[in-house]
């Protein structure tokens, strides 16, 4: 028999307030697909899709910051709150913290963090215009390496970067959700966005 998820909640937090549980977990419907969020002491670390095997996910914040991992929706509220206003456009900002301890590449982690810092809501910019960004502008295959192994989607917000041959390029989510975000934050993007090619990644 399954405990009730009230009971569930009150364990994880429980733990949480014990500081015996690594990270939590949530999972949380959007117009995109149900995502889950997985969350440590620094912040959000991992985002995945619903077509991505939770279990995977989980097992490999587990081997980075400790198998001791709850899933708790009252615990991650504020983070449910946030991600819920940003998809019913009520504000687009996103602001949470995030822990980029899954990426162990210091380019990548530099990558991603100017994206996020300097790349805001109806914003894009071309791999070749983050890798100058980043101070390596012959660097635009590498860009679309760190977007395409982001492991906080969304939040640290890959669908921004865009081809500059046009169209929409590739994302781990698949190009269709990459041009639903988009369009959400009522981003213009190069010509040929409505095209089904995902182009690989170029200045």
Excluded at 150 to 176: D, Q
Aim: net charge positive; with cysteine; glycine share 10%.
């Amino acid at each position: 028999m399954s405990l009730p998820a009230r009971l569930l909640d009150s364990i994880a937090s429980a733990a949480v307030r014990e500081g015996l549980a690594d990270a939590v977990y949530t999972r949380l419907a959007t117009p995109i697909g149900t995502l889950l969020v997985i969350q440590g002491e620094r912040g959000v670390v991992r985002v995945g899709f619903e077509d991505e095997p939770a279990d995977r996910l989980l097992a490999a914040v587990a081997a980075r910051l400790g198998p001791r991992i709850v899933a708790s929706d009252r615990e991650l509220a504020h983070t449910r709150d946030v991600l819920s206003a940003y998809f019913e456009g009520e504000d687009q900002r996103l602001d949470l913290p995030v822990d980029l301890a899954l990426v162990r590449s210091p380019f990548r982690r530099s990558a991603l963090t100017t994206l996020r810092d300097e790349v805001g809501p109806g914003q894009v910019v071309t791999y070749g215009g983050l890798a100058a960004k980043v101070g390596h502008p012959r660097a635009a295959r590498a860009i679309g390496s760190a977007c395409a192994t982001n492991p906080v989607p969304i939040i640290v917000p890959c669908h921004r970067v865009v081809p500059g041959s046009g169209g929409v390029g590739s994302y781990a989510g698949g190009p269709e959700r990459k041009r639903r975000l988009l369009a959400h934050e009522d981003a213009v993007v190069p010509a040929g966005a409505a095209s089904a090619r995902t182009p690989r990644p170029t200045a």
